[in-house]
């Protein structure tokens, strides 16, 4: 509604629209820019044409091929394997799930520094300084050796076990276990160190030590965020189980690499369901137990 | 349990935070074995900090707090754990774990006791429930002992907390503003459970409260606390409309409850029962 | 001193459901030990600690040569700009899917409420369930069997690679684009409709300036993970990282691993820093 000339001349002349404000959005533009840049850049590195993806040849290519994986080969023998290999798939990512909580948790418990030197179960008493030091050294060598055990990805600790152990589910097992647990390692240290602080003062005002406190004021506040990780973790874990045999490390994804490189496209295809039944299935699972449980 | 000498002995406590915050200015105090002891005193006053130097969660800056004739300075890790274990404290809320059922909150009082193993086994299969069955019925919420803490209201938990005292057994009890966030009709009672309990038992009693009220009515000695100093330390009847007001001056909200009907009557205060033994 | 009110209840009536709910996972946990052929005994016998300390003693001190590095330097831009393709491809697939995915677009909740239910099911509810399921699919295959399988049809080097972090990613975008969408305060968005604005309208000014933020973080999350992925995918031949960790391996060239580990360790953390701090800003 646009203002009548009477209206705008007796209206005081302090009531002018004041200026958008700007320096907010110098930084908004260049982070844009450079993320444009990035993109551009990128895309002439990987030598990718678009065209070539959307044109005849890309797009047919990759249509011939999926379609030549119909029909899936529904023979006995190869149903007998898929089986066997989606249940050792489902076995490595249950086992190494487990396993990575027992190594995540004493690693966070160790990496906590609410419990071992900040915080308000310290005010009462200063720690020696040679005391001190060493938790420090403590919580940070915590720290950092989840800091390499879930930056190391599950398939080069797989190639790592395969190499020392030999082929198989088992390296699968462990190499799964170390990298989740130093993921999950890191997610409880967080969890962890987020609880309510109140409860386990209390808790030090009965006299109890650390260890009580943790087991009556720690635990039992984190243990739901805890579960809820985990679970989250083993629907990633069922995917990866797949991949590592790959490198030789059992289930889905050994029998996957055998039938690519023997060029057996419609057994690759029944392994391909085998592997979506699983993860589906684990999915559900995952979600099922975080209702009831959290 | 006697114990000869002042249960308390503070001399020039001081306490500075980290950002330079003097929260407790030299507080000298001496509190009796068996003593009960009202604090009051505007909000930012220093009371909370004086109760936690008080149960051990915090050391002074400066100053000296003695603890039935032990100087609680240069303690060793599992003696300061036996002089917290001998007091015992009530906060004002979140001072529970909601996850936990009541039984195991309420046997927490025991940590200070119990080996960890202990601790651990009683998490499974709660050890000496019978204990803390008694200590819910000595609060009034027997039927709440397999419950889960967070499904019990403000009122029932702070209950909760007492219990867990009860199952302590400690010699001093503190209790920092444990009616606050309670409705009057439950403050009352909570005040007098404490009381009583702290009497039958000749257990030093400490309270911060809130409530004016609530402490000339239920406490024979009643010190103010302002700025981080002592205000006045004196025995309720000896408590005047001008030393509140001085106690108060400044604070708006707090103020307002000092506000009383024109003739002067502590209408709470009528309505008190007086401590057995005590003249009015 | 009130007596005792009642008598002192026993323990909360336990059901046999989880006993035999934890039975059951304990059957289930030893048919995996013994599927899985867990054995710890295997760490210590045999080669097996030989060759650790083989690879421990081949591996240090890394091969920190400059000729090496040099050669390097190409597949570790390669890696960067696989994970950037990658997840750019990503949301070009997960973003449409994810749309036509969010229940409250395609058929249900106030957006929809007075249009005629064939309307609602063939223009709403079919592509939302196609969508679903494409999701789905996409989602559920690893992106190494994607990879694999791109290998096949369209060679070897960057390209699968890209393809393969798109496609696998795209349907976990897609996914967690339409839970965003789908949790967002509708209040706004029925007040906007009261007031006569158009679907698009909705969507522009009501949905979105919710969304954005989430959506954003998220894909910057996926894109840490993106140059984790185009790092390994390389071991099946996509490029980057992973296919010169894979070479050095098959010639047990382990100083050489080593020091590809550590390039992708500063990779990781480069893009971690970069995202993070990002996605700070968003949250702010």
Known sequence: ?????????????????????????????????????????????????????????????????????????????????????????????????????????????????????????????????????????????????????RTIPEILWALIFVFMV??????????????????????????????????LEALQATGAGRLRIMLYGILPQAAPQFVSYALYRWEVNIRAAAVLGFVGAGGLGQRIHVTISLFLEHQLLTLILAIYAMVTLVDALSAYLRRRMV | ????????????????????????????????????????????????????????????????????????????????????????????????????????????????????????????????????????????????????????????????????????????????????????????????????VAHESRKTLLMNLHSVDLALGYFPRIVGVRDGRIHFDLARDQVTEELLRGLYAGHRDDELQLERPPDGLNLLGRACRPLPGLAE | ?????????????????????????????????????????????????????????????????????????????????????GTLFAVLIGLPLGLLATSSLAWSGILHERRAAIGRWVLGFLPYAVARGLLSVFRSVPEYVWAFMFVRAVGLGA?????????????????????????????PLETLQAAGASKLGIVLYGLIPQALPSLVSYTLYRWECAIRASAILGLVGAGGLGQQIELSMRFFKFDEVVTLLGMLLCLVGAVDFVSGRLRARLTR
């Not at chain 2, 507080?27 to 002891?37: D, F, H, K, N």
């Open chain 3, 1 to 85: 001193m009130a007596e005792p009110v009642a008598h002192f209840p026993a323990s909360p009536s336990k059901s046999a459901f989880p006993y035999l709910l934890g039975a059951g996972f304990l059957a289930v946990l030893a048919g995996s030990l013994y599927t899985a052929q867990v054995d710890p005994r295997r760490l210590f016998e045999g080669d097996a600690l030989a060759n650790a300390a083989r690879f421990l003693r081949g591996g240090f001190p890394p091969d920190l040569s400059a000729e090496f590095l040099g050669q390097m330097i190409r597949p570790a831009v390669e890696t960067i700009q696989i994970s950037v393709v």
């Open chain 1, 166 to 199: 030999g082929l198989g589910p088992f390296p699968g097992v462990l190499a799964l276990a170390l990298h989740t647990g130093g993921v999950l390692g890191k997610l409880f240290g967080e969890v962890i160190e987020d609880v309510d602080s109140r409860p």
């Open chain 2, 1 to 196: 349990m006697t114990v000869p000498g002042p249960e308390y002995e503070l001399r020039e406590l001081k306490k500075v935070f980290a950002d330079g915050t003097v929260a407790v200015d030299g507080i000298s105090l001496t509190v009796g074995a068996g003593e009960q002891v009202a604090v009051i005193g505007p909000s930012g006053a220093g009371k909370t900090t004086l109760f936690r130097l008080l149960n051990l969660t915090l050391r002074p800056t400066s100053g000296s707090l003695g603890i039935a004739g032990l100087d609680m300075a240069g303690l060793s890790d599992q003696a300061l754990r036996r002089q917290r274990q001998r007091i015992g404290t009530i906060y004002q809320q979140h001072n529970l774990v909601g996850r936990l059922r009541v039984v195991h909150n309420v046997l927490a009082g025991n940590l200070g006791r119990w080996s960890t193993a202990r601790a651990l086994a009683s998490l499974w299969r709660p050890r000496d429930s019978a204990a803390a069955w008694r200590a819910l019925v000595q609060v009034g919420i027997p039927e709440k002992l397999y419950a889960r803490t967070d499904e019990l209201s403000g009122g029932q938990q702070q209950r909760v907390a007492l219990a867990r005292v009860l199952v302590q057994d400690p010699s001093i009890i503190l209790a920092d503003e444990p009616v606050s966030s309670v409705d009057p009709s439950l403050a009352m009672i909570i005040v007098t459970l404490l009381r009583d």
């Open chain 3, 159 to 187: 390209f699968p690679g890209v393809l393969a972090i798109g496609v696998a990613y795209g349907g976990m975008l897609g996914k967690v684009y339409s839970e965003i969408l789908e949790g967002v305060n509708p209040r």
């Open chain 1, 1 to 149: 509604m646009r203002l009548s000339a009477r209206e705008t001349a007796t209206r005081p002349q302090t009531e002018t629209v004041p200026p958008r404000p700007s320096g907010h959005d110098h930084h908004g533009w260049l982070a844009s820019a450079g993320f444009v840049a990035l993109i551009v850049w990128s895309y002439r590195g990987t030598g990718m044409d678009l065209g070539q993806l959307v044109g005849p040849k890309g797009l047919r290519q990759i249509a011939a091929y999926v379609g030549g994986l119909f029909p899936p080969d529904l023979s006995w023998t190869t149903l007998r394997d898929a089986g066997i290999g989606a249940v050792e798939t489902f076995a490595i990512s249950l086992v190494g799930s487990l396993l990575a909580v027992g190594i995540a948790v004493p690693l966070a418990l160790l990496g906590a520094r609410t419990l071992l030197y900040r915080g308000v179960l310290f005010e009462a008493r200063p720690l020696a300084p040679g005391v001190w030091a060493l938790r420090i050294g403590i919580s940070a060598g915590a720290k950092a050796l989840l800091s390499l055990l």
